[in-house]
């Protein structure tokens, strides 16, 4: 009897371990998708500026992007 007793405690812990991993995998993904829709140059994207000789800027890359989207 014991033995069935230590099984079904195993189960249930099982159980219990696979419902927070999921709900981490469920938070993990909300926050993911929020930190995405509110970035616009999601992909870190680096441009040049051939007439300063220099990198343009995350935030005139996302004002650029901005003015398209709307």
Same mark, same amino acid.
């Given at each position: 009897?014991? #033995?069935?007793? %230590?099984?079904?405690?195993? /189960?249930?812990? $099982? $159980? ?7 709900? /981490?995998?469920? /938070?993990? +993904?909300?926050?993911?998708?929020? $930190?995405? +829709? ?9 441009? =040049? %500026? ?6 343009? +800027? #995350?935030?005139?890359?996302? +004002? =650029?992007? %901005?003015?398209?989207?709307?």
């Amino acid at each position: 009897m014991a #033995g069935r007793i %230590d099984y079904v405690e195993r /189960q249930e812990r $099982k $159980k219990e371990i696979y419902q927070e991993r999921v709900e /981490q995998a469920e /938070q993990r +993904s909300q926050a993911h998708y929020e $930190k995405q +829709s509110t970035e616009t140059n999601t992909y870190n994207l680096l441009f =040049w %500026d051939y007439e300063n000789n220099t990198f343009i +800027s #995350g935030n005139e890359i996302n +004002s =650029w992007l %901005d003015r398209i989207n709307a």
